[in-house]
Structure formats: C-alpha cells, structure tokens
Nanobody, 121 residues
C-alpha cells in the first residue's frame, strides 16, 4: 500500500506566502518524479511544478519566479513554496508521485487527496 498526503493549504491574502508539503509512505522502492497540480472550480487540472529524482525542475509559466518546488528524498517529501500569491492561484492543489512499489515491476502514478489554497483579501 502506498499513500500520498498533502498538507499546508489555507487562506492567505494577496501577496502572501504558503508552503505545501506532500509525503509519500508505504511499500516504496523508489520515487521518481514528484509534482504539484492544481484545479480551480470549472477549470481543468494543470501542472504547476515538477521535480525529477535528479532534481531538475519545471514550472507553469504563470508561477515562474514565485513558486519553488523542492524535495527531500530521505523523507519521501516534496514541497511547494508559494510566494507573492495572487487570487488566480486559488485552487485545490494535488500532489502526484511516480512510484515504484515493492513487488511491482513498473512505476505507477499516485495522487494525494488535495489541499485547498485560497488567496483573498
């Protein structure tokens, strides 16, 4: 069994900051890419940021320079530091991890349950 759990969402004023965390646990052999997605009401889910097992990163254009993705491989954890938040960043944020599970020959995608981020004055 593998679980992916996010935390750190909340209500913040425009210009503020939040840090999201996501921990993967269970029968894990190795975690490859980890990513953050978001979905606003009435919109499609979009990739916000991704980090490979080697540390390479990529970002949605609208968050470049404001958001930073990082990971602690010793803790199976990925973070999303969000600065200079805007109302348009309001969404449910989901963690995604590409995980090789014990006893399974190929990796699979695992998703967290989501954490709400609301940017409003």
């Amino acid at each position: 069994q593998v679980q992916v759990v996010e935390s750190g969402g909340g209500l913040v004023q425009p210009g503020g900051s939040l840090r999201l965390s996501c921990v993967a646990s269970g029968s894990i052999v190795k975690i490859y890419a980890m990513a953050w997605y978001r979905q606003a009401p009435g919109k499609q889910r979009e990739l916000v940021a991704i980090i490979t097992s080697g540390g390479a990163t990529n970002y949605l254009d609208s968050v470049k320079g404001r958001f930073t993705i990082s990971r602690d491989t010793t803790k199976n954890t990925v973070y999303l530091q969000m600065n200079s938040l805007k109302p348009d960043d309001t969404a449910t944020y989901y963690c995604n991890a590409d995980i090789l599970k014990v006893g399974v020959p190929a990796t699979d995608d695992y998703w967290g349950q989501g954490t709400q981020v609301t940017v409003s004055s």
